[in-house]
């Protein structure tokens, strides 16, 4: 039998996936700052920021925004189905596949940055977002109807 308390350990995974994508982004940028031998107050801006530094040190950057994006909806999901405890098999199933994706896609992105590749593992990620939305939404449905 599951209990629904696993529906706290994939969104926990993507904390854990957020604060490692903000260390790579200062473990890079701080060094190519300093290289740059520029005072800090140029960088005043995320715009200025990227015009001044190597695109590829920027890649971090850009993710951890990304992390900011669908996966506010996957931690409002997760906290949903733990708060109702109405997580199923299927439910820690497809949060865990999102981590997974997240993960891969993260790599990719702070990486070699493939476009291709990183779309893929965004659109699988989205899918099992999705999914999760529609299983929520269709229990809501059905207690609304009992």
């Known amino acids: ?11 926990l995974g993507m904390m854990v996936l957020t604060a490692v994508v903000w260390f790579v982004m200062y473990a890079r940028r701080i060094p190519a700052m300093q290289r740059a031998r520029k005072p800090a107050q140029v960088y005043t801006t995320p715009d200025k920021t990227a015009e001044l ?3 590829q040190v920027n890649y971090p950057a850009y993710n951890l925004k990304n992390l900011f994006e669908l996966p506010v909806l996957f931690y409002a ?4 189905f ?3 405890a109405t997580a199923a098999s299927i439910d820690v199933f497809a949060a865990w596949l999102f981590l997974l994706f997240r993960i891969a896609h993260s790599a990719i992105h702070c990486t070699a940055n493939i476009v291709m590749a990183r ?8 899918l099992a977002l999705w999914f ?3 299983r929520a939404v ?6 609304a109807l009992v």
């Open 138 to 143: 269709w229990g809501v449905y059905q207690a």
């Open 132 to 134: 999760m939305l529609g």
């Open 119 to 126: 779309f893929l593992m965004y659109s699988a990620a989205a």
């Open 77 to 80: 999901l997760c906290l949903y």
């Open 82 to 84: 733990y708060v109702t």
């Open 1 to 11: 039998m599951m209990k629904h308390e696993q529906i706290l350990l994939p969104m």
């Open 53 to 55: 530094l190597p695109e």
